[in-house]
């Protein structure tokens, strides 16, 4: 009964505050725009009693996810997200890598001040961040300021409404995600291990690809997963560092939801936004179930 109870828990949670508002939002995706409050018509109701699987079928509207399908805006919008959040992740790892990398390595009484540097953005506004970003990358910020004192341009960096600013305000924001978890498993390392494998022949290098990259596989997994996943229907980012000329799929959403106030077109966004994000995470734990049966 006691492990019931504590399957019940989570599941109900997931039902409540994800599947139920999911259903919701798919349900006005059929829906037809209307000059009203709210601003949709329902095609698809469930008061009058559940209709025959037919007649359910022959109910649904599938109009708003044809025209995304036929609208290039939105296609651009899906692919330069994509291209955006996988370039971010990419670069978000690269600097991660190495921070969660020294921490593992560093003594023991300094982990907790290291890890306590990594957190500490987060006592701050999201908000107040990005402002002070902007402090820094714009044309008269401190950056820019400081490299033509030192000599090192003579002319601002245009960084400010480019696709450069969002990945910097991304990697800048998120960093903490993808350092957690790698150095949750780096610290678990065996050092041992490094040494077997230096003394079966390989060198320092290979034996880092081999063993560390290696065992260190599930918290890169993690770190690109929790990075990836906001950074694809990032709103905040786009919109107060790249600009009107940066694309993304969350600036859409938004605009449809409160400045065109189609609802169904942005309930339709949001559902193939969640699908191209669910999809990849079933496919890659199926593969690790694979993986762990196999060890098996």
Known sequence: MARRLLITVPYAWL????LVPFLIVFKISLSDYAISIPPYTPTLELEEGWPGFRAFWAGLDFENFVFLSEDSLYIKAYWSSLKIAVLATFFTLLIGFPFAYAIANAPQEWRPSLLLLIILPFWTSFLIRI??????ISNEGFLNQFLMWTGIISDPLVIMNTNTAVYIGIVYTYLPFMVLPIYATLEKLDGSLLEAAQDLGCTRTSAFWSVTIHLAKPGIIAGCFLVFIPALGEFVIPSLLGGSRTLMIGKVLWEEFFSNRDWPL???????????????IILFQRNEQKHREQNK
């Open 15 to 18: 039902v409540a505050l994800f």
């Open 131 to 136: 402002y002070a970003l902007i402090g820094i």
């Open 266 to 280: 942005a309930s339709a966004v949001a559902v193939i936004l969640l699908l191209v994000l669910i999809i990849p």
